[in-house]
Structures are given as C-alpha cells and as structure tokens.
C-alpha cells in the first residue's frame, strides 16, 4: 500500500474537485449510469496494475475436495492428499497468515513466499503469541467493520486515485448515502483545522490510550519529511495478567461458563482482572475533558475488554456516540507505540491496492449488467407465493408403524408372519432404524437370535443377536450391581 502522504500534510488542492467512486463510499445500491461511468473509471485508474495469476486468487476447489481456498492449495497447487494433511495446514501458521491477510484485501502468499517472510521475522511477528495475546473474541469500537467498507476511494481533478479510511470520515452510526461534497467537505475539514483525536487499545490484558492535538501542516513545511503531525496530550498504558498463557480467553469468561477454578493462576488472573478494569476506568474518568472536546475517539477492544469502557454506572464513553470510531486494520499489542502507529495509518492517504480497484470495478460492471426487476401486479404477486400442492403421504409399512409406536409385541407377530425387516420406507430408513426404545430394538434382536438366516439383518440395520444366554448374563449384572454397597448409598442419598 504506498503512502501519498498525511491528510494533514497534503496541500488542499490534492482534495479540490475530487469525486468518490461508485460503490466506495456508501452501501446504497447503485444506479446503471450512475455504475457504468464509474466502471470506466476505475478500468483507467487499475490500467498498467493488471492483477498476475499470482495475485489472484481463484476460488475453484479442487476435485478431491481437500482444499484450501484461502492458500490456493486445491486451486494453484494439487490439494491435499487426505482429511488429517488438511486438518493439520489449518492449524499452520501458513494458513494463519494467509487468513490475516485476506481479512484486510491483500493476497494470499505461497509457502515458499511465507518461509521467506518467516526468515525475516518482520512480517509475520503478529501470527501467534508475541504481539497479539488475544481474548479470541472480536472487537468492538462501536460496530465492527466489514471488509469492503473499509476505504473510501475518491478520483481527483488530476485523475489521481486515491484512498482514506472510512472511520476517519464516516461514523458507524450513520447509514445514510452522503453526498460527495459533504464528504470532501468533511476531509478538507481536517486539513485546515486543529483537530483531538483518541486512540483507546484493549487486548489480552495489555491497555493503552493516547490523546493526540492534530495541528494541519503549514504549506511552508509540506516538504518536509520530518514535519510534526499531531502533539501527544495525554498517554497511559497498563499491562495485567489476565489470560492463561496458549489457553487464551479472560478468567472472568472461564467463570461464567459454571466451572469454579481454585487454583493459584485463577485467583492471581481474578484479581489483576479487577484491578486492570479498575485502571481503564480511573483513567478515562480522569480524563473527561479531553474526551470532551475530542472530535474522534477510535476504538479496537474486544467485548470483555470493552466492559471498562463502556460499562458501569456512569461510563466514560458510551457506546453509540457518533465520533466512537472502529479501528479497520489489524493492531499489534497495545502500547503507546502502537497507539501512534494507529494514529499514523488513520492519518495517511494512500493508494489503493490492485485488488481493492478490482473488487470495485467488479461490483460497477455487476450494477450495470443486472436486469431490472420485472413488475408485478397485485394479483400475480399474490399467485406466486402460493403454496404448490403437495403430493399425498405415502403411508408407513405396519412393522414401520410398530416400531415407531413402541410396540413390542406387535412387531414380535409380524416379524413372525414373515413381515421383511429390510423393506425400507418413503425415506429410506428400516424398521430398526426407527424403533421408539429399547424394548422394540430387543425384538428385532431376539427374531435374530431365533431366525438367524431368515434375512439379511446388516441390510436390516439389526447390530447383533440377543440369546437367552446373554440376556441372563445382563441381568445378573444388574442384580450384582444394585446389591453393592455403593448402590445402596446412593439409593439412601437419592431417598433423603
């Protein structure tokens, strides 16, 4: 993803006249011409970045049916040689990556391609454990964010294409189709105009919040690598022992399933749980008029970690206040470090990826080439949610009916008038196979014991042979059990 540059540090006349492409800016549906002179400008804009076999992904599965469409094997790569080799790559840190990499836009990569990442230990630090401790929950900063609504593309009076991230411009709770000048009114806004955002992270008992004094770039400094985006105001960060180190997941969780934990790490994990949400909340009341006066407050905490925040009696925050934003890319353990990293990728405009003006291009030509609904009148409307007729029940076979009403001494007669057990019904399910106890299944089982090459009892569904022999081995088991001590207590206990 190249960089153009901060929001705040780019010149107005990069913003002027710009037009958002259709279907980047808002979910509404598209209108035929509306899609079809968009279409055209985004084959402009992807042309010279034609997608590489690559680099796209073909979500064909293959014909033995152990694939895997997030990594191509299957599809670019003969699949799997069994369910266990499968089972097993879903579980490898291959698949993981490739997975965190489809969740933000970007292509799968090869095994080959992944063991070269691996060795330089940059790319995949976050895959499991050292940046993340995740609660395995998901986040919330208000609503999550879905994939395709995460950018907003707009084209400029150069023809330049370029992207921003939907929070930075757009609320969660706003559903409404905006109007492109609102839109770059609101961006404009944010180059020409002081500005407090906070940036809250809550993950896996690690917590940082930073708010940040945004302060627009003079023109004179516009060229200077160095120049100073935002001042911090305001900064804490707290680390807690509250998730089980490769169990995942909070004690508090652990506990609400019924199970009583005693041990040691349990009553350490409670207590730093307690003490974590007592910091969160200490903080952000001791911070009620930055939050005041903040213009946007991004958000990435999962539902157990968002209860400091969000919860109580008297919350710092509440949960449905327009300028509560989600964070749309991944992020690392939370520290103030990471907190500015957040802040700078919310900042930056960029240039959208190869598969992001795809996708786009893709939806256009769809809302172009889909046929208009054909109208209905009243009467016809109302014909075609009738109800078609359905053809008579077949009715059930008597043994079938016996089976299914439990009668025993039915079934013993019709088995002995030479009624076949194998028949099968409308569903394909034998006698046995429906029979409505013990009882029942015992007369099958004793036929079989009596008539043990009358038919072809595998075919009957009929497991095995229950002889007198066996019947009184089974009750004498039963006599010796209920004449131990043991089953005499546990009667006393049941009887007081």
């Not at 299957?74 to 579980?91: C, M, N, V, W």
């Not at 095994?111 to 995740?134: P, W």
């Not at 089976?403 to 009624?419: F, H, M, R």
Request: glycine share 4%; proline share 7%.
């Amino acid at each position: 993803m190249a960089t153009l540059g901060a929001i705040t540090q780019l010149p107005q006349d990069f913003f002027l006249h710009a037009v958002t492409l259709a279907g980047a800016a808002t979910e509404a549906p598209l209108s035929p011409e509306h899609a079809e002179s968009d279409a055209a400008q985004i084959a402009d804009a992807s042309a010279g970045s034609a997608l590489t076999p690559e680099s796209v992904h073909e979500d064909h599965p293959g014909e033995s049916g152990h694939t895997c469409v997030t990594c191509g094997v299957g599809t670019a790569t003969s699949p799997f040689d069994s369910q266990t080799e499968q089972r097993l790559h879903f579980k490898s840190d291959w698949h993981r990556f490739n997975v965190k990499l489809r969740s933000v836009g970007r292509a799968a990569v090869d095994e080959a391609e992944f063991e070269r990442l691996v060795s330089e230990k940059d790319e995949v630090s976050s895959i499991s454990g050292s940046d993340t401790d995740s609660d395995d929950e998901p986040s919330s900063g208000g609503q999550v964010m879905t994939q395709k609504s995460s950018q907003l593309m707009f084209k400029n009076q150069e023809g330049k294409v370029f992207a921003v991230w939907r929070p930075v411009l757009i609320s969660e709770q706003d559903s409404r189709s905006i109007p492109d000048v609102e839109l770059l009114q609101r961006l404009i806004t944010l180059t020409d105009s002081a500005q407090c955002w906070v940036v809250i992270l809550s993950k896996g008992g690690h917590f940082s919040a930073a708010v940040f004094d945004l302060r627009p770039v003079p023109a004179s400094q516009h060229s200077k690598a160095n120049a100073p985006l935002f001042k911090e105001l305001a900064h804490k960060s707290y680390h807690r022992y509250v998730v089980r180190a490769k169990a995942g997941g909070r004690q508090s969780a652990k506990d609400a399933t019924g199970k009583s934990i005693k041990s040691a790490g349990a009553q350490i994990r409670r207590y730093n749980e307690a003490a974590l949400d007592k910091e969160i909340k200490d903080t952000l009341a001791s911070w009620q008029q930055l939050l005041a006066r903040a213009d946007r407050i991004f958000v990435q905490a999962s539902v157990s970690n968002a209860r400091p925040i969000y919860g109580g009696e008297d919350p710092a925050l509440h949960r449905h206040d327009p300028r509560i934003r989600s964070i749309p890319f991944n992020t690392r353990r939370p520290t103030f470090s990471e907190a500015k990293r957040v802040l700078y990728t919310l900042l930056s405009v960029f240039e959208p990826s190869s598969h992001a003006l795809q996708a786009l291009a893709d939806r256009s030509k769809a809302a172009v080439s889909k046929p208009p609904k054909p109208s209905l009148k009243k009467e016809d409307a109302v014909a075609s949610v009738q109800p078609e007729p359905q053809p008579p029940k077949e009715p059930d076979p008597p043994l079938h009916e016996a089976a299914k009403a439990g009668d025993a001494d039915k079934v013993k007669s019709l088995l002995e008038a030479g009624t076949n057990p194998c028949e099968a019904d409308s569903r394909g399910k034998v006698p046995y196979d429906v029979a409505a106890d013990k009882a029942v299944r015992d007369a099958f089982r004793r036929f079989m014991a009596s008539q043990p090459d009358k038919w072809d009892y595998t075919l009957a569904g009929v497991p095995s042979p229950l002889t007198d022999q066996l019947e009184s081995q089974q009750l004498a088991k039963q006599v010796i059990c209920c004449s131990s001590p043991l089953c005499h207590a546990i009667v006393q206990v049941t009887v007081s």
